[in-house]
């Protein structure tokens, strides 16, 4: 990896090496180091671009690193990954994705990622996505569909670091009985950047349940869509939260929607969207900040 | 110390009518004393306060910190001049820990927080790494409120209502805080008899203006009231 490359794996991964446990690095749209355990395996697909990985049945406490790099300027990349987890797994797989690019071709990456988790299973699940580099044309765009099993958990945090010129994250679930989805997705956008993020979750399974966290900050010129609909089932509960923050002439357009099909289900949504709180930037002022200084902690605290 | 000179602050109310809220005030607040600010609810209290801090401008007046007009300085300034506040409704955040903002303020080690969250009647390892938001208690984030007070330091405090909401075994505690600051310039909205006896001076606002004395002759003029058990208006 050159030095471009490390720091990209650096700030998706949030390590400098490579970790133990099973790994999938893919560069410039090839697979560039594989490795399985005796619980992951990680085969290439022969049809298409990606890969399956198998977790076992029973796995406990493993990792899987997925980083995905993209340096060479105009590149296309579609990618396919497709996850079986089995029962009784207990697991955390880390995936990222950063684009470089100084000219002005259009880099984009789609990484289209399937969950089948089995019962009884606990899954968290990190994605960090990032652009770097002059080129104004970085595009991102990750889907992901879940199928939950009975009992089982699944934890997704979302992240958009920064400098993706246009993203379209697309979630789609179907949740077993007793299963739980929680979800945390934070967007930064800048200067003239678009991102789109669309939930489609269907709470199908008895005492199923979801919750969406989604905290965005808006900056410059930029535009952020939040879409998302929980449609209860069965008896169930959701839950969608969005709370975004706008500064300058961004704009921000926020729709959680929630779809009762079964007079068992307990839907809620709340959204706010607004400037950062006046009081707050008082309050680090007289602990002696400047309004920029305030407005950086504060995003960086709401993102964190 | 920090000197006003005929301030005056209104509000438009809804029907766009002008209210006074302060109204010509002039009081020179000297280092080294304690000065109480009690009188109703609505009264113009906190509104004093935050004037002081640049929270809020003035319709009219000055204000003098030593001999510099700050009457037109920001907040960032003042708080740099060594102005220090704690809120009366204390101002939570999303995803700052604790031990950023005692950062913020100026605390330089473990041992800095752990001085200033002790005063508070906290105990540092449970509390540095808690995010100051809206899941701490109310007395909890009253008491930060003041630990990042202390944490900044400098030579005038303003404490509106630092008794409320935090329970009665700590209101010594607070007495014996704010006594330590002794050289300080420290300026006290409280209706708490404790505090209101602390102090060197007590100013009183109410509706028709305002009257500061020393703190005996004061105590006099407001025992009614606080023997009465509520907040009442001053007839
Ligand atoms: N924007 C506004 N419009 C109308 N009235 C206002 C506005 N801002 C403040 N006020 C009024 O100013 C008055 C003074 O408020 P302030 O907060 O200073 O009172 P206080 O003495 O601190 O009261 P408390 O004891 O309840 O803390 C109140 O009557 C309040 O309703
Ligand atoms: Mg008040």
């Known amino acids: 990896m050159n030095k471009i490359e490390q720091t990209i794996y650096n700030q998706t991964m949030q390590l400098t090496h490579q970790p133990s446990g099973a790994f999938s690095l893919r560069v410039n749209g090839q697979s560039a180091k594989q490795k399985s355990t005796n619980n992951i395996i990680i085969k290439q697909k022969q049809q298409k671009n990606g890969i399956d990985v198998i977790i076992k049945p029973n796995t406990q406490n493993e990792s899987l690193h997925l980083p995905v790099i993209l340096s060479d300027p105009g590149l296309k990349d579609s990618v396919y990954n497709d996850f079986y987890i089995g029962d009784n797994a207990n697991i955390k797989i880390i995936s990222g994705c950063g684009i470089h690019n100084d000219s002005n071709l259009t880099s984009t990456h789609n990484g289209i990622h399937t969950f089948h988790i089995g019962n009884n299973s606990f899954v968290e699940y990190i994605e960090r996505h990032i652009a770097l580099g002059l080129g104004k044309k970085k595009k991102l765009n990750p889907k992901t569909k879940i199928k939950l099993g009975q009992n089982s958990t699944l934890k997704i945090l979302t992240q958009q670091i920064s400098g993706v010129s246009n993203s379209n994250r697309i979630t789609q679930a179907k949740l077993g009985e007793n299963s739980s989805l929680i979800i945390e997705e934070k967007i930064c956008t800048s200067n003239t950047e678009e991102a789109i993020s669309n939930y489609n979750i269907e709470l199908n399974g008895y005492q199923s349940s979801c919750k969406i966290s989604s905290r965005s900050v808006a900056k410059n010129n930029s535009r952020q869509i939040f879409e998302s609909n929980l449609i209860g089932k069965n008896k169930c509960f959701g839950h969608v939260e969005c709370d975004g923050i706008i500064l300058d002439k961004a704009k921000m357009y926020s729709t959680p929607k929630i779809s009762a099909e079964n007079s068992d289900s307990t839907l809620i949504h709340e959204a706010t969207i607004g400037k950062i709180a006046g009081e707050q930037l008082t309050k680090l002022m007289t602990l002696g900040l400047n309004k920029e200084q305030a407005e950086e902690i504060i995003i960086n605290g709401y993102l964190c | ?235």
């Open chain 2, 1 to 235: 110390m920090i000197k006003i000179n005929n301030l005056s602050y209104s509000v438009k109310n809804l029907n766009n009518e002008k209210k006074d809220i302060l109204k010509n005030l002039s009081i020179n607040f000297l280092p080294g004393k304690i000065t109480a600010i009690t009188g109703s609810n609505g009264s113009g209290k906190s509104t004093l306060i935050k004037t002081i801090m640049g929270i809020l401008k003035p319709d009219y007046g000055t204000i003098f910190f030593k001999d510099i007009n700050i009457t037109d300085f920001s907040i960032t300034e003042r708080a740099k001049l060594g102005i220090s506040v704690a809120f009366q409704q204390p101002i939570t955040f999303k995803g700052i820990k604790i031990k950023q903002l005692l950062e913020v303020a100026g605390a330089k080690s473990f041992n800095d927080m752990c001085l200033c969250l002790s005063k508070v009647g906290l105990c540092a390892k449970d509390y540095i790494n808690r995010y100051y938001d809206s899941n701490l208690s109310g007395g909890e984030a009253k008491r930060i409120e003041l630990a990042m007070c202390l944490a900044k330091n400098g030579e005038v405090f303003l404490f509106d209502e630092p008794e409320a909401g935090i329970d009665l075994w700590s209101v010594d505690n607070l007495v014996s805080l704010i006594k330590n600051l002794k050289d300080k310039t420290i300026i006290i909205v409280s209706h708490q008899q404790k505090i209101l006896e602390i102090a060197d001076e007590i100013l009183i606002l109410n509706d028709n203006g305002y009257e500061i004395g020393p703190q005996n002759i004061m105590l006099n003029k407001i025992k009614p009231i606080q023997t009465c058990g509520v907040l009442g208006d001053q007839k």
